[in-house]
């Protein structure tokens, strides 16, 4: 059965990602894919915006994977968190994560997802990205330190997961839910068409 929203590749897919929540979200579409990681620096360079950063990583990503299979199509992608302007990636201990969400505790942050298709053997390169606002309600000190170290925290930008027991931290959020998981589905669906659109003969 065909998917009533994305068209067919016509090529394998592969996503360039170790993400468990990237992964999620394209089986839920029903989509056939195989995982290759690429090991890029996710440091951000001297100057960069945030917007540049995640589509610099993302973009990195796929093209590393699909140097390696150029026959394929391959997803990149690259989330982070943003409060006043500076950029929140995955924390390096318990101790970072706990200092992050002390940050974001009673505020609005910014989560933004880039994501990169490409496939070298039909020339085909572009990029995407979405924003989703998010606000935490007020953390206690002993919840901060209990979450840090749940175990949850520290393979996630902004040391969170909206999809486990970090959602009882968001007040709310305004944008795309997806996103914030790591994968902007409008995104996905706005690159798959745009690659058949510009692949076919």
């Not at 901060?144 to 968001?170: N, T």
């Amino acid at each position: 059965m065909s998917h009533p929203f994305l068209p067919e590749l016509h090529r394998p897919l592969i996503l360039a990602s170790q993400s468990p929540r990237r992964r999620q979200l394209l089986e839920m579409q029903g989509l056939d894919f195989e995982v290759h990681v690429s090991e890029v620096v996710e440091a951000p360079e001297v100057g960069e915006r945030p917007v540049a950063h995640a589509l610099r990583l993302a973009s990195a990503k796929a093209r590393v994977v699909s140097d390696q299979y150029p026959e394929h199509v391959v997803l990149g992608g690259d989330t982070i968190v943003v409060v006043e302007d500076r950029i929140l990636g995955k924390p390096a201990d318990e101790e970072e994560a706990a200092e992050m969400l002390r940050q974001l505790g009673g505020r609005d942050h910014e989560v933004i997802s880039a994501v990169a298709l490409h496939c070298g053997a039909a020339s085909f390169w572009r990029t995407d990205f979405d924003r989703t606002s998010v606000r935490f309600r007020s953390l206690e000190e002993e919840e901060i330190l209990a979450y840090a170290s749940c175990g949850e925290a520290l393979d996630k930008a902004g040391a969170y997961g909206i999809q486990g027991v970090g959602a009882l931290m968001v007040a709310s959020i305004e944008g795309c839910y997806f996103n914030v998981m790591g994968l902007p589905l409008q995104c996905l669906r706005r690159l798959f068409w745009g690659f058949v659109k510009e692949s076919s003969p």
